[in-house]
């Protein structure tokens, strides 16, 4: 509502000032034309036919080739006074070749004026000449009778009127004050545009540019001005073709200018096609008149006025869809548009005798011209705070690409390091891993003054890793105060953030829910200082964060469990037979390249048949577990265990050769021993014999180490049982 309040305000204001402008205008041309002072009489009889033709008292040029016109002025001066200035015949500016006035007499011409030329000025005393001034001697009198002769390739209406010399000149300084005004106009015009343009970049203002610099040049020629510049003047040469191609190269520019300020320009619909394309055939056509051929030079002045009629009649569609879609100052604009439409109509009855030649009628359309492009780049300047709302626009789009670039970047970094870390990792270990590349890829992202990973019960862990860390214990200490409503919070999985009330200063913290499976929760909690807290997107962010952890976490955990599956015996725990035989494989061959001692214990229950008899199936798989249980508590890190099938285990000790294999032999026979397993309220006593073979230098693969444990094996069962027997280099 307050937006449309300004927009009205300021339609209002310059709705205000277009109609001051206009007024004061309509006031200066009505004095202008007024103000004329004392005139004589004059009437205008033509002389020939098909050359010209007397109406109203004016003298029609008829255009098209280039001929002579002759007409008889019929003057009625009054008796010379010395108090007054003399009297002149004033024509208005018209392009014409040439233009003369003679009194005849009998036998020859007793009186001739300068013959003038619209094309060549020569030495006038004014800078920007207004018309054609012819003085009349002082001491004429009564009944005079002069001769105009005007010869042009123009249609022209030569409007004679006899003036005092002081009136005729204060004519002519108002036409030059009024054509100094719109020159002055529309050359700051183009210096403010193309200042603009070089600020903003924006072409809309090389257009205004280009079309205030060809309205310039067109106005300067159609009032003969033009023509009198170095330079410039060599373009008499074309005569009236360099007007018709000027106006040409304007209108083209006005129609650019008008499809840009419409936004139609380079566009797809069939409007703007047409129109640029209307643009391009009128530069096409300013060249053709440069080219300046004989047989086209009487259709110029027709062709012209079709452009003009065109241009406008285009102009008004283009500014008519710019009202429909309301866009700045569009109805001003068509305003203007459609009165110097009127002036030009004026202007064109004037030129063929249909109306006083006025300057209204003359520079009216010029005047309307200014007003319109002053107008029409003034609603180009609103497209400036336009170009700073989208400079600023493209500005937040790319910060918050680069934002989401680089919080996508952290996203596939996590996700790459949780991959390649938790692998690597111990089993207890995993969940501390995610928890700490959780917070060092979320805090670049989302910065904080406290971040921590809360769990409880999860994967049979409680976990709190806090960043600081020097603020771990504080942390702990208020997350155990506040247990309950954390787990509440936890259970419910919405994230969530509110005032830190313990906080010195104003600060806010955000609890974001860990996907924790029941009855264990976690949370992400964040801390930051200051009350404006954390945006939906960063506790999105950190939520994806918290669910890309836990899932890798539970995919390590699940990944390890099954591998495990796969590799242990269901039963006892120990290393299947697969994997044993995997593992034999592996270490002989590393202990053969790196010349380590390697030594292989097989390990058999004494009578395990007897057990089964006595406790039964169920009881003899419970005292395999406890054998496997004892075995695995009386190995060092290192070394491996498995289960090679029924009651036989393998044990492989990397680094151990000789005594030190058979003295953990008998440690971990010693430790079955020692056992104690009790089954349904029974205690039953077991023993194991042991064959050691350790490998030898050789060596690189199981099967010869493997057969002479196997043999050493039996050798023990033979020697009595529960005992150790150590394998030769080799068997007899």
């Not at 020159?183 to 545009?193: E, Q």
């Not at 003034?378 to 910060?399: C, K, M, N, P, W």
Request: proline share 4%.
């Amino acid at each position: 509502m307050a937006v449309s309040r300004d927009r009205l305000l300021r339609d209002g204001i310059f709705a205000a000032g277009l109609a001051l402008l206009l007024g004061l205008f309509a006031a200066g041309v009505v004095g202008m034309a007024w103000g004329d002072g004392d005139q004589g009489s004059i009437r205008v009889e033509a002389l020939g036919a098909g050359a010209g033709a007397a109406q109203n008292d004016v003298l029609l040029l008829p255009g098209g080739a280039t001929r002579e016109a002759v007409a008889r002025l019929h003057l009625q001066l009054p008796p010379p006074d010395a108090n007054r200035s003399r009297w002149v015949v004033w024509l208005g500016r018209d392009p014409v070749d040439a233009v003369r006035l003679q009194r005849p007499a009998a036998g020859g011409v007793a009186w001739r004026s300068p013959d003038y030329d619209f094309f060549r000025p020569g030495d006038t005393r004014s800078r920007l000449p207004a018309g054609f001034a012819f003085p009349l001697p002082g001491d004429w009198q009564g009944p005079i009778v002069l001769e105009l002769h005007a010869r042009g390739a123009v249609r022209s209406a030569l409007h004679p009127r006899l003036l005092r010399e002081s009136d005729a000149v204060g004519l002519a300084s108002m036409a030059v004050a009024l054509n100094a005004a719109a020159y002055a106009g529309l050359f700051m015009l183009a210096l403010i545009v193309l200042v603009l343009y070089a600020v903003t970049r924006e072409r809309s203002f090389v257009a205004a540019f280009v079309c205030a610099g060809a309205g310039l040049l067109f106005l300067v020629a159609r009032n003969g001005h033009l023509f009198q510049l170095p330079v410039f003047d060599l373009l008499a040469g074309w005569r009236s073709q360099a007007i018709w191609a000027l106006l040409l190269l304007f209108a083209a520019s006005l129609v650019q200018l008008l499809l840009r300020y419409a936004s139609l320009r380079g566009g797809s619909a069939p409007l703007a096609r047409l129109f640029e394309g209307y643009a391009y055939a009128l530069v096409a056509l300013a060249a053709l008149c440069l080219l300046d051929l004989p047989p086209l030079r009487p259709w110029m002045q027709p062709l012209a006025l079709l452009v003009v009629a065109g241009t406008g009649i285009g102009g008004v569609v283009i500014l008519g869809d710019a009202v429909r879609r309301r866009l700045a100052l569009s109805g001003w604009i068509l305003v203007l548009a459609l009165l110097t439409l009127g002036a030009v109509a004026a202007n064109e009855a004037m030129a063929r005798g249909w109306l006083a030649d006025l300057l209204w009628t003359r520079y009216g359309y010029q005047v309307g011209t200014v007003a319109t492009l002053a107008l029409l780049s003034l609603s180009l300047f609103s497209r400036i705070g336009e170009y700073r709302d989208q400079r600023d626009r493209d500005h937040l789009a790319r910060v918050d690409s680069e934002r989401r670039m680089a919080r996508e970047a952290a996203r596939n970094a996590l996700t790459l390091a949780l991959r390649t870390r938790l692998r690597d990792q111990a089993v207890a270990d995993i969940e501390w891993t995610a928890a700490r590349l959780l917070l060092e890829h979320l805090l670049p992202q989302v910065p904080t003054t406290t971040a921590a990973v809360v769990a409880h019960d999860y994967h049979d862990q409680h976990l709190l890793m806090v960043e600081p860390a020097q603020r771990k214990q504080a942390l702990a200490d208020d997350i155990a105060a506040r247990s309950l409503p954390l787990k509440r919070l936890a259970a419910q999985g919405v994230p969530l953030q509110q005032p830190l009330a313990q906080a010195a200063g104003a600060a806010t913290e955000a609890l974001v829910p860990l996907p924790v499976r029941a009855p264990g929760w976690g949370l992400l909690l964040l801390q930051r200082a200051g009350e404006e807290g954390f945006s939906t997107e960063e506790l999105a962010l950190a939520g994806e964060f918290a669910r890309l952890a836990t899932l890798h976490v539970d995919e390590t955990l699940a990944a390890e469990q099954l591998r495990r599956s796969a590799e242990l015996d269901a039963l006892t725990g120990a290393f299947n037979r697969r994997s044993i035989d995997q593992w034999l494989a592996r270490a002989f061959l590393d202990a053969s390249r790196r010349q380590q001692a390697l030594s292989l214990l097989f390990i058999d229950i004494d009578r395990f048949k007897s057990v089964n008899d006595r406790l039964g199936h169920a009881g003899g798989d419970h005292c395999l577990r406890a054998v496997a249980a004892a075995l695995r508590g009386a190995l060092e890190d290192g070394d491996l265990l498995g289960r090679y099938g029924g009651e036989e285990f393998v044990a492989l000790l990397p680094g151990r050769a000789g005594a030190d294999a058979r003295e953990m032999g008998e440690r971990l026979r010693a430790a079955v021993e020692r056992s104690e397993i009790e089954y349904e309220g029974r205690a039953e006593k077991v023993t194991v014999s042991i064959g050691v073979a350790t490998r030898l230098e050789r060596e690189s693969t199981p099967a010869a180490a493997i057969e002479r444990a196997d043999k050493a094996l039996y050798a023990a069962k033979r020697g009595g049982r529960n005992c150790v027997h150590v394998a030769p280099a080799m068997f007899t």
